[in-house]
């Protein structure tokens, strides 16, 4: 990210004279060497330390106003080519955590020793996605949060996004080693779809299922410069499905940051983690840079084996249960209508049986790595020194497990990006394609079920399911007539049918297994397949309207999804992509007055959909400051934001012959809830009497945008000299929230007719020629959800070794005009906390926090549940050799393996320990 910095930035307004005033270690000239200003000699060159003498790595020097720039090594030296032929120019210094300091020179210097001042406030923070216009972090209209490199660096989580719940306010849950969701106040989900993520304004998301998989198609942490997290409502700004908030991954700028880096890391869990970076300025106009990186572990299983919500038998059951990590184990409720072989014992009718099922480690055998590999390269040209061309490709693919309607095992899933952006000072216009693929990814439960209904032996015509149930009522009723009890006959069924079931080591399992996961056919094969494409392209420019601090900033934006999948995950049949698009407008015009005390902002973005109607989404905001140095700031804001329809959620059509998913963009469905179904005389009487069936009708409404306002209050600064604060209050209305409902219906929307539903019973509705089937259908929920919070994150900067932190989050879902049992899929703690330590001493740096999380309810489509309180100690220790170019690194998470799932049908996130070595050239 480059920073364009102002006075208003600098605590010291500099003239012409290169002194730093109020530093306790003066910015000094050390040899004043008059050289001609020619291409041969124009360089400038010197150090950058702390108050202390002490070199300061990493830190930025720019030339003011400019993309040229460049940064320390590890020894605190920088080099760089200036012109003097249009006058003087202006360096800034700065680096996270110290005052950014300014120098005017009229020549160039080759020995310019800078110090630099700890900042407790901060002062010299900036993020530019608060407001997508360069702004101090203290001065930001809403609650946003700023994670440094120098912090990225020290996160010990395998996955980036996972070490964000060290922050206030924002919830991560990981699914798996290498997939974690992120939200911010409330409404966690699997696949993070209320919050954008962006990587330099690339949106990370698969464009089939408008689902972000954490960092796995991310940017290696060694190219990260810096990481801003909006909480709350941004689609002002950012426009659709910027609900929750955005997370903008800032990469490093190979004009400014040059050399070989490279990272190994190996620990617990067979980790082994690769990342190398090589940036060059090949002349003062073009730079390059290439990262790659690869990622292996063993990946953590999921094993609950408690019963799911739906089960209809508790755990221990002689009938069986639905457990939340076992998959086929279904169901199969004994009735008159549907006659067993010898037929059904009438003492079952009502009874449901379950198949014992297979577990997750015996599904996915032997293909539990979980890996990452990504590869970018990038080309910048500076057509001036204000305004820089950047052409980007970018390859990443990846294997982890993800859960949402179900657990899928996702292996080589992946994208391909590419982007060419003009940038100047004054905005920019951005072009970039992203397209998704899904390797050999497979889904859990349709194998388990698909492994239970194949034949016994190929060719036949029993399925181990079928051999399952009537082994169980054959044995029940032999067991009857033996002259044993129910309750002693149903464990005899049970243990025989479960011995008939097909056991995992015999070579039949592992055939099918492999057979039926790497089969994409929806109701034979368990694989996964789309391969669709996103085309954004968006513009922004900014104004200076006066001289009195007004200011306006206009863009747009237009983007289309080409979706594919062959009619196996879409409706688009007969292999033509479907089309579906969106675009919008925006503005905001900000002014500051009182002496630039007050700062008044008003956003407003219209979007218009194809198949949604047209959405604007206000934002108002003012922040006032006070005190001496403006450390205490103030701020308040109304916004709305909105959220539309998945790609799944519109255009789903993904027939696994016992039900079809399917989306609603069209007229909407009318069928029966499932409910009917345990009534055979109903159904049978309405072949007569079709009114009977009324008070089972069900009928959802097409799809609609989902909606939030949110008003909000905050502080931010410094309450003491060495103790920042941050702190926000919230309260939020949710409208037309999406859901999904399971019924009885007609394909085509309409309702189906009593024959239909008598022609469709015996089969459960898995006729694939009829159009009466079991649909899993999107519908928006028509009831208000109201909710409010706080957020509070205190910083104690004791000393440069020592510097303590801590954050509390409260969440509360008001539940006063609810109906009982009324799902709201809030899925999030009411209280959590942070308590950390870091510092730096010398040429050692850590860093330490403990996470503790309070149990909650979580509804996901895959199972609901209760979580119990989790808790995670994370550490981090480095030590550099400045002599060897090279830092020796330890880190673990979760060191004292305590409960951490953080995610109903989830793993336990277990201790992970590394060791590691990073070297920077």
Request: glycine letters at 10%; hydrophobic letters at 35%; aromatic letters at 10%.
């Amino acid at each position: 990210m480059h920073h364009y910095y102002s006075a208003a930035l600098a605590l010291t307004a500099l003239a012409s004279e290169p002194a730093l005033a109020g530093s306790s270690l003066p910015a000094t000239i050390t040899a004043h060497l008059p050289v001609a200003v020619n291409e041969a000699e124009r360089s400038l060159a010197g150090t950058v330390l702390n108050d202390e003498g002490e070199p300061l790595p990493g830190a930025t020097v720019f030339i003011k106003g400019t993309f040229v720039g460049t940064s320390t090594d590890q020894k605190g030296n920088f080099r760089l080519d200036a012109s003097f032929e249009n006058g003087p120019v202006t360096l800034v210094f700065s680096y996270v955590g110290y005052d950014t300091r300014e120098i005017k020179l009229e020549a160039p210097e080759l020995a310019i020793n800078v110090g630099l001042s700890p900042s407790a406030t901060l002062l010299n923070e900036t993020v530019v996605s608060a407001s997508r216009v360069e702004e101090n972090i203290l001065r930001a209209p809403v609650t946003i949060e700023k994670v440094s490199s120098q912090q990225i660096e020290k996160l010990p989580n395998p996955e980036i996004l996972s070490g964000l719940g060290q922050l206030k306010g924002l919830d991560v849950s990981s699914a798996s080693m290498l997939f974690t969701s992120v939200s911010t106040r409330g409404f966690n989900t699997a696949k993070s779809e209320r919050v954008i993520q962006l990587v330099d304004y690339m949106d990370t998301a698969l464009p089939s299922l408008n689902l972000s998989p954490g960092n796995l198609v991310g940017i290696p942490e060694l190219d990260m410069e810096s990481i801003e997290i909006i909480h709350g409502p941004a689609s002002a700004l950012y426009g659709s499905n910027a609900l929750s908030g955005v997370i903008l991954f800032n990469s490093k700028d190979p004009f400014v940051y040059e050399g070989l880096s490279v990272r190994l890391r190996g620990g617990q869990r067979d980790l082994l983690d690769g990342q190398v970076r090589y940036a060059k300025k090949l002349t003062e106009k073009l730079a390059i840079k290439v990262n790659a990186s690869a990622f292996r572990a063993n990946d953590w299983i999921a094993d609950n084996l408690d019963a799911t919500q739906s089960s209809a038998n508790p755990r221990g059951s002689t009938l069986g249960y639905n457990a939340v990590n076992r998959y086929g184990d279904n169901g199969y409720t004994f009735n008159q209508m549907q006659q067993l072989p010898g037929g059904t014992n009438p003492e079952l009718y009502g009874k449901t049986a379950y198949l014992p099922g297979f577990s997750e480690g015996e599904l996915i055998a032997d293909d539990n790595r979980t890996t990452s590999y990504r590869i970018q390269g990038a080309v910048s040209y500076l057509l001036r020194n204000d305004l820089k061309l950047t052409v980007e490709a970018k390859h990443a693919e990846g294997t982890a497990t993800y859960q949402n309607i179900s657990r899928f095992r996702v292996k080589g899933l992946g994208t391909n990006q590419y982007r060419a952006e003009l940038k100047s000072s004054k905005g920019f216009l951005r072009l970039y394609t992203t397209e998704d693929f899904t390797g050999n990814s497979y889904e859990l439960n349709q194998l388990g079920t698909l492994i239970q209904n194949s034949p016994l032996t190929e060719g036949g015509s029993v399925s181990y399911a079928q051999q399952f149930f009537g082994t169980y009522n054959a044995v029940y009723s032999q067991a009857r007539r033996n002259g044993l009890p129910a309750d002693a006959a149903l464990a005899a069924a049970q243990t025989a049918a479960n011995q008939v079931q097909l056991p995992t080591s015999n070579p039949r399992f592992a055939t099918l297994r492999n057979t039926i996961a790497n089969d994409q056919q929806p109701g034979r094969g368990a694989q996964q397949y789309f391969n669709s494409f996103l085309h954004d392209i968006s513009g922004q420019r900014s104004f200076q309207l006066s001289e009195r601090g007004t200011n306006l900033t206009v863009g747009a934006a237009y983007r289309q999804y080409r979706l594919g999948s062959n009619g196996l995950l879409f409706a688009d049949k007969e292999g033509k992509r479907l089309k579906n698009h969106e675009y919008g407008a925006y503005g905001q015009l900000t002014q500051t007055l009182l002496q630039e005390r007050l700062k008044l902002a008003f956003a407003g973005r219209v979007d218009e959909f194809k198949n949604f109607k047209a959405a604007f989404s206000p934002r108002a905001s003012a922040v006032y400051t006070v005190g001496q140095n403006k450390q205490h700031n103030f701020r308040v804001s109304y916004g709305r934001a909105f959220r539309s329809p998945s790609q799944t959620e519109q255009y789903f059509y993904n027939d696994i012959r016992t039900g079809v998913l399917i989306g609603n963009v069209g007229n909407g469905f009318q069928g029966y809830n499932l409910s009917l179904f345990n009534s055979p005389q109903t159904l049978a009487a309405a072949q007569s009497n079709p009114a009977v069936l009324q008070p089972y009708e069900y009928t959802i409404a097409p799809l609609k945008l989902e909606r939030v306002n949110t008003g909000e209050i905050g502080y931010k600064g410094a309450l003491l000299p060495n103790v920042y604060a941050d702190v926000s209050y919230y309260r939020s209305q949710y409208h037309d929230f999406i859901g999904a409902q399971t019924f009885v219906g007609n394909t085509d929307g309409s309702r189906p007719t009593p024959q239909q539903l008598s022609a469709g019973y015996s089969t459960a509705y898995t006729d694939q020629s009829k159009p009466t089937r079991v649909l899993y259908a999107y519908y928006n929920n028509n009831r208000e959800v109201r909710t409010q919070g706080v957020t509070a994150g205190l910083t104690y900067y004791f000393r440069r070794f020592l510097n303590i932190t801590g954050n509390y989050s409260l969440n509360v879902l008001d539940r006063s005009s609810l109906p009982s049992g009324f799902q709201t899929f809030f899925n999030t703690p009411k209280h959590k906390y942070n308590v950390g330590a870091n510092g730096q001493a010398g040429n050692l740096s850590y860093t330490v926090n403990y996470r503790w999380v309070q149990g909650h309810l979580q509804e996901m489509p895959f199972a609901t549940g209760t979580i119990t309180d989790y808790s995670t100690t994370d550490a981090y220790v480095g030590y550099t050799v400045p002599k060897l170019k090279s830092t020796f690194q330890a880190g673990v998470t979760n060191a004292f393996n305590t409960n951490n799932v953080q995610v109903f049908g989830g793993p336990q996130i277990g201790r992970l320990g590394y060791l590691g070595l990073r070297f920077d050239l």
